[in-house]
């Protein structure tokens, strides 16, 4: 079994092997959802430091420059909860920043890596990573927010307008 949570971990296999970015955010923005909630939570963080490299990618620049900020904001205030989690704030931080003064300097998109600190994190992410499927279709994870199949989302949506509707459910 893992000491870390599995969404945490899928969340890792996604950002660093196939830098599935908005996979990334759907992932852990869940796992924020049902364990934390809170708007200066590390996990926002972590979701805002890859919807900045999902909209870098896609040359999103003025979306990317905010979220950038905001996830560096973040981790500088949480530097304990990254440790938690097995990651070195500091280098996190530097990596984060130098990447985003190579967007602002016109220098195409890399992906980056989250430095660890912890080698049982390491060990877990391999260990997970063996059963990784990752996504290889360059042009689908730059536009995933628009390829992806949102029929499951759709039908839900419609399901609770019309429970509401029909007065069964309250918002």
């Known amino acids: 079994m893992y000491n870390y949570p599995v969404p945490y971990l899928e969340f890792l296999a996604h950002f660093h ?4 970015y908005f996979e990334c955010h759907e992932l852990l923005e869940e796992h924020w959802k ?10 926002v963080g972590l979701i805002q430091s890859a919807v900045f490299l999902y909209h870098y990618r896609r040359g ?4 990317a420059l905010r979220m950038a900020q905001k996830a560096i904001n973040c981790f500088y205030q949480k530097p304990a909860a990254l440790v938690r989690l097995g990651i070195d704030p500091d280098k ?6 130098r990447s985003l003064r190579q967007m602002q300097n016109g220098v195409s998109f890399k992906p980056i890596e989250i430095p660890f600190l912890d080698e049982q994190l390491k060990k877990e992410l ?16 730059s536009h995933k927010h628009k390829l992806r199949d949102r029929t499951e989302v759709i039908k ?6 019309a429970l509401k509707k029909a007065g069964k459910v309250t918002l």
């Open 17 to 20: 092997i196939d830098h599935d």
């Open 92 to 97: 996190l931080i530097t990596v984060i920043e």
């Open 60 to 63: 999103n620049l003025n979306g």
């Open 156 to 161: 839900a949506r419609e399901s609770a307008s």
């Open 126 to 141: 391999t260990q997970f990573a063996e059963t990784f499927q990752p996504e290889t279709n360059e042009y689908f994870l």
């Open 34 to 43: 049902k364990t934390d909630g809170t708007r200066d939570s590390v996990w």
